[in-house]
């Protein structure tokens, strides 16, 4: 059974930085890529970012460079490191992963971290 954990949310100032990080646990052979994804209330889910595995990385269009996404594959932990928050950036904070399972080629989510950014 693979489960993913993230950590790292919590309430922090507007221009303020959190660094999230999702553990992918369980029987896993390979991990192809994960992302992170958001939803604010009321709102769709948001793409925020994706590393595969060879360490390239792919961002939302809103990020413009103050979100860092990194991946520790001995770990089978995916970061996302957020700088200058925004109100805005407030959401619940999902990672997933595309990754290899005894043989099987599967998709998972972790079950969100809550972010809020409020003076």
């Known amino acids: 059974q693979v489960q993913l954990v993230e950590s790292g949310g919590g309430l922090v100032q507007p221009g303020g930085s959190l660094r999230l990080s999702c553990e992918a646990s369980g029987s896993i052979s390979s991990i192809n890529y994960m992302d992170w994804y958001r939803q604010a209330p009321g709102k769709e889910r948001e793409f925020v970012a994706r590393?595969?595995?060879?360490?390239?990385?792919v961002y939302g269009d809103f990020v413009e460079g103050r979100f860092t996404i990194s991946r520790d594959n001995a770990k089978n932990t995916a970061y996302l490191q957020m700088n200058s928050l925004k109100p805005e950036d407030t959401a619940d904070y999902y990672c997933?992963?595309?990754?290899?399972?005894?043989?099987?080629?599967?998709?998972?989510w972790g079950q969100g971290t809550q972010v809020t950014v409020s003076s």
């Open positions: 590393i595969i595995s060879g360490g390239s990385a």
């Open positions: 997933h992963a595309d990754l290899v399972s005894n043989g099987v080629r599967s998709s998972h």
